[in-house]
């Protein structure tokens, strides 16, 4: 599960291997929450910027617990889940949807930073304005590399009561990450029995962490 897509090169690969994250955020009031939804996006490439800017330098950990706020603000885990999932979703018990969500949570946190530990000179560029989807907004952006090659990343923003996040991400515009990983989650999902798919989440997660502990 999660494995890269095979027909990608190698970053392109990593980037539509970067999961959707979220944290359970306090209910905010709508009118505090920004108004344009590229907001959340403009954030999160400043904060990838300065992750890949300090590279090696910080542990893991450190940079683990760096970014986790940022994505938190950013994507909408429960959203996420729940459609990634799909009709399984609603035959899990509460226990093992907060252990699939912390999971899940954990994995993403740790994908970002794996993938994101060192700067080559890459730019984070968002074409505006927003366009409409029904009640949705897709925040068109580009990761322009070193080599000047760029990477179409287009970013599905709902709002909710903490404000606009992430729903999905589609990679060159077409290609939805909620998807792949619908069909990822269903070869792990058995009869409504996660147990392997949180092991496997849990499993990526120590892998990309090495010895660092990502416990607070």
């Not at 392109?12 to 959340?40: K, Y």
Request: glycine residues 6%; contains cysteine.
């Amino acid at each position: 599960m999660f494995a890269p897509h095979p027909a990608l090169p190698l970053r392109r690969r990593h980037l539509l291997c970067l999961a959707l994250a979220g944290a359970v955020m306090p209910r905010l009031a709508r009118a505090a929450a920004p108004a344009d939804p590229a907001t959340p996006i403009g954030m999160l490439y400043t904060a990838l910027e300065a992750l890949m800017r300090q590279g090696a330098t910080t542990s893991f950990r450190h940079r683990y617990h760096q970014i986790a706020p940022v994505i938190d603000r950013t994507f909408d885990l429960q959203a996420i889940l729940r459609s990634s999932v799909g009709t399984h979703w609603t035959t899990l018990d509460e226990a093992t949807q907060d252990a699939l969500h912390a999971a899940f949570r954990r994995f993403t946190i740790a994908t970002y930073v794996a993938n994101f530990d060192k700067y080559e000179g890459e730019r984070f560029e968002l074409t505006p304005p927003p366009r409409q989807v029904g009640e949705d907004r897709v925040v068109q952006t580009r990761i322009i590399q070193d080599n000047g090659e760029p990477i179409r990343l287009d970013y599905v923003m709902r709002q909710a009561d903490a404000g606009w996040r992430v729903v999905d991400v589609l990679l060159d515009g077409t290609i939805s990450r909620v998807a792949v990983q619908h069909s990822d989650f269903r070869a792990l999902l058995h009869n409504g029995d996660a147990t392997a798919l949180i092991a496997s989440l849990q499993q990526k997660t120590a892998d990309l962490a090495g010895d660092s502990r990502l416990d607070s």
